[in-house]
């Protein structure tokens, strides 16, 4: 079965970096959405960033753009999220997603699959 395993969380003070991986399995990588996106408490869950395997085309949030930065490993069918000059508003669960076909790419509604997520903390 599909499986997505984050890693990477941790806590950074503000202006600091992380990359969170996602590593997955249990699928063919071609034409695929895989994106992430983040929650906190009490709040619904938006996207960050999405690639697209095919064509390493990418998206991002108008919160991260200049930021963050979405890369992938086609073969090992991870995705990679860096996130750069972080802020406390950053602080969230950031989960890995799959989509068989995205019409929104940063939609989470558009994604069949998630992995358990990892807890990424900025201190101000």
């Known amino acids: 079965q599909v499986r997505l395993v984050e890693s990477g969380g941790g806590s950074v003070q503000a202006g600091g970096s992380l990359r969170v991986s996602c590593v997955g399995s249990?699928?063919?990588?071609?034409?695929?959405?895989m994106g992430w996106f983040r929650q906190v408490p009490g709040k619904e869950r938006e996207g960050v960033a999405s690639?697209?395997?095919?064509?390493?085309?990418?998206y991002y949030a108008d919160s991260v753009e200049g930021r963050f930065t979405i890369s992938q490993e086609y073969a090992k069918k991870t995705v990679y999220l860096q996130m750069d000059s972080l802020k406390p508003e950053d602080t969230a669960m950031y989960y890995c997603?799959?989509?068989?076909?995205?019409?929104?790419?940063?939609?989470?509604?558009?994604?069949?699959?998630w992995g358990q997520g990892t807890q990424v903390t900025v201190s101000s």
């Open positions: 690639i697209y395997t095919d064509s390493g085309a990418t």
């Open positions: 997603a799959l989509s068989d076909s995205a019409t929104n790419p940063l939609d989470p509604s558009n994604y069949h699959y």
């Open positions: 249990g699928f063919s990588v071609g034409a695929k959405d």
